[in-house]
């Protein structure tokens, strides 16, 4: 993407999470015009060029939803991941898919023995269709875009205007939580999950997406940029959404950020020369330095009480038994679940329910890995293994993706605090399995279905 459009796109965003702000109402009409633009684009485009659009769409899709939700700017609570959905089949319909995801086609077939088991043991007070669909939509979302995505062969160029659609709304999502709050230290008065910091919506979710902008801004600092004054607003950037995930007071989408990072880092220093080697040296330095001064500043807007979040001590300086902050107890109860039913689970959207009537507490684990082998028992694990092992079989035949780890680890680690209650676990994870080149040639598959 050349500069001029990326700075013009950059700049409309930035708007655009102004007028979000001072006009929620706003957010209604933007999304129908997002959803009517790209079927548009993807209708339009030639067969060749399909696939690249339906990435572009995906990608601002996932970006833009947490920023919705905040605004109350979707037609319902899951649009977005029926929408990545929606743009995927049209893409599986008009150019198939690599016979080698065909794993993922069983991933997804695996799921269902456990809706019947759901269907006949669900309560009558409980709205079956919606406690299926919402927990199913993440699930069903990744396997379809895994299934699209595997194979899919793009340019360095197109992948960093994938990337850039993904972080626009991101951008948009950073200005909308700065101009809700621009003065965190009037808010922070202790070290729990700060709702005021977070644009008024969940911290878990909004850092999470904040997160995910600190690790792309991060790729294009030292992967996509190719002149200093990007490169330094990349910096600028980074130091924004780092500073406003890290005084959510939420850890988890701060923790991933890093270690996406790191596996970014080390995967990319392995794949340049020595040359570049020095040259990324001193651009880990000047990293660190802005990482540094973030850290510091957090510290002082907080009052001091980011330091013993991240201490895992409470407002009075005392250091919590527990850093899962009970996490880890929903855990175990999910898992007892699964011993008492290990053929078929519990059924989908029982292990909530099943968790309430037991012990009165009525508190989601956040956590797919124990949610999947609860409700669908040994399929479960089955599917589970599907998801982990495919990609890295994947990545013996395929290694130009520098960002394939980061990718993988995003969604790895996201499921294992934040579920699947948003887009952006299942498609990042698709993401990992694109071919990226350095060719100029269009997109294109093996296809085993048109």
């Known amino acids: 993407m050349q500069q001029k459009k990326y700075l013009k796109l950059l700049g409309l965003h930035v708007l655009l999470g102004v007028v979000l702000y001072f006009f929620n109402v706003f957010g209604n009409i933007y999304f129908y015009c997002l959803t009517i633009y790209f079927f548009i684009q993807i209708i339009n485009a030639k067969k060749s060029k399909k696939s690249f659009e339906i990435l572009k769409a995906c990608a601002y899709v996932l970006g833009v939803e947490v920023l919705l939700r905040m605004t109350g700017g979707v037609l319902f609570y899951e649009a977005n991941k029926y929408l990545v959905i929606v743009f995927v089949l049209m893409g599986l319909f008009s150019n198939g898919f690599n016979k080698k995801a065909a794993l993922y086609l069983l991933y997804i077939f695996l799921l269902i023995p456990s809706v019947y088991v759901s269907l006949s043991m669900l309560d009558v007070d409980t709205n079956i269709r919606k406690a299926i669909a919402f927990n199913l939509s993440g699930p069903v979302c990744l396997g379809v875009s895994a299934l699209f995505c595997f194979g899919v062969k793009v340019t360095k160029n197109q992948f960093e205007t994938i990337i850039n659609y993904c972080l626009f709304p991101l951008i948009s999502t950073l200005v909308y939580v700065i101009l809700y709050n621009p003065n965190v230290s009037q808010i922070a008065t202790g070290t729990a999950s700060n709702f005021s910091a977070s644009g008024g919506f969940g911290p878990n979710q909004v850092s999470t997406v904040l997160g995910l902008g600190i690790f792309l801004t991060t790729a294009r600092f030292f992967y996509f940029s190719q002149t200093k004054f990007l490169r330094y607003l990349d910096l600028l950037f980074i130091l924004l959404f780092s500073f406003r995930a890290i005084v959510t007071f939420s850890r988890g989408g701060v923790f991933t950020a890093i270690i996406m990072i790191i596996a970014f880092i080390f995967t990319y220093y392995k794949s340049i020369s020595k040359k570049n080697k020095n040259k990324m040296l001193v651009s880990i330095v000047l990293f660190l330095i802005v990482g540094f001064i973030t850290w510091g500043i957090s510290i002082a807007q907080t009052n001091g009480f980011i330091e013993k979040r991240y201490t895992n001590k409470n407002a009075a300086g005392k250091e919590k038994k527990d850093i899962t902050t009970g996490r880890g107890d929903l855990f175990f109860l999910e898992f007892e679940e699964f011993l008492n039913n290990p053929f078929f689970g519990v059924g989908v959207g029982r292990v909530k329910n099943i968790r309430f009537q037991k012990t009165g507490i009525h508190a989601a684990s956040h956590n ?27 990545r013996l035949g395929c290694r130009k993706n520098v960002l394939f780890y980061s990718f993988y680890l995003f969604w790895l680690i996201t499921i294992n605090h934040s579920a699947m209650r948003i887009a952006a676990p299942a498609f990042v994870y698709a993401l990992s399995l694109l071919n990226v080149s350095h060719e100029k040639s269009p997109l294109h598959r093996k296809s085993v279905i048109s």
């Open 368 to 394: 797919e890995m124990s949610r999947i082998i609860a409700e669908h028992g040994l399929l479960g694990i089955l599917s589970f293994l599907i998801l982990v092992l495919t990609p890295l079989f994947f």
